[in-house]
């Protein structure tokens, strides 16, 4: 795989020498189980596969370079890069700026944004309509655009499943921008409704069953369908796709229920005229670190720490796996751990920030799960690890790896 060029201060002492290590006895990538590191009476069980994906690096080295190659000209993001804090805040410091932020809310007016300035399209990608608003602008669209190939895969999948009339049924946050891209793209080829979960599913699968009527579907999925989505018609014919950052096992059981659901309404020997078999549309990164993820949940430990910004959807997943069996602390960096006792982290169901005061149990020997997103620098990590020691009065040297 590609070795991209990104900034040394996202590299660490610990991280980079475990990966390092376990590329070297794992190159297959069959063992999922963590590495355990022991400094003194504190061992940090570390997941197998974590941060950066090819994707992210692909997007970080794009931006970089943008920065490099223009020093004279106006940088602008669509958006966020990636949903990382740390390096977010260090792209503005440099002087790029965002033209829209998460919400899609617009921070620098299109009028503003000329062909003399550099945009760069986020991870994520981008819809059709942007797109094409740039292009008349005159502003390049492909020099500076950083939009994962996983994404881009989903892309296609929807356009062939649209070649061939099915109606694309995304597993997905309507709000998250990958899903806005990905539902802007299917939207050309084939009718799209957007589903978040189970809950979704089954109420769309109550509505293929006449469970319910049309106009309170057309209530339920306000904003997460195609204009002119024909429910009665479209829903005749359909594919499951998924935003790249999903749990993995929920967008199995969606698709799964919807075949159900599809056998139930036109019988088994017809199902192939009214489901398509589509394979996982997930990344390969989203796939390793869930699967690392539950190779963890056959430790023990004390608590678990995942480290990551807080509107990561691929982050947040991984704080659902481990907060069923652990104690589970969502930081987004080793600032939010205050002392011994105490920590900020991220609630997924409240989203909001909450301090605990019960943070590091008062034992002769701690057991610590720790891990993070895909869009998180090793460095982030490797500080949260320092800052846990310095608390315990146990130093620290890379040297123990």
Known sequence: MKKFDIPEYYR???????????????????????????????EFIISRHFGFCYGVENAIEKSYNAIQENPDKRIFLLSQMIHNPEVNQDLLSQGVRFIQDTEGNQLVPWDEVTSEDIVIIPAFGTTVEISELLTEKGIDVQSYNTTCPFVEKVWNRSAKLGQSDH??????????????????????NS???????????????DFILGKHSEADFSEFFKDKMSANFNAREDLRKIGVVNQTTMLA?????????LRSTMIEKFGEEDIKNHFADTR????????????????????SADLAIVVGGYNSSNTSHLVELLEDKFNTYFVKNADEIKSKNEIDAFNI?????????????????????????????????????????????????????
Request: proline fraction near 5%; charged fraction near 25%.
């Open 280 to 299: 996982d549309t997930l990344c390969y990164a989203t796939n390793d670190n869930q699967s690392a993820t539950l190779e963890l949940l056959n430790q």
């Open 12 to 42: 660490s002492p610990i991280i980079s020498k475990v990966k390092a290590k376990r590329k070297l006895d794992d190159p297959r990538k069959k063992d999922f189980s963590p590495t355990s590191l022991h400094f003194d009476n504190v």
């Open 349 to 401: 169901h409240s989203k909001e920030v909450e301090k605990h005061t019960t943070f590091l149990p008062e034992k002769d020997t701690l057991k610590i799960i720790i891990t993070s997103g895909a869009s998180c620098p090793d460095s982030a990590v490797d500080r949260v690890m320092q800052k846990v020691l310095a608390l315990m009065n146990i130093s620290f040297s890379p040297d123990v790896i």
């Open 191 to 205: 009718p799209s409704l957007i589903v978040r979960d189970m809950e979704e599913t089954r109420f769309l699968a």
């Open 167 to 188: 109606t694309i049924i995304i597993h997905g946050k309507h709000r998250h921008e990958e899903t806005k891209a990905t539902f802007s793209h299917s939207n050309l």
């Open 249 to 257: 096992t929920e967008t199995q059981e969606i698709a799964d229920f």
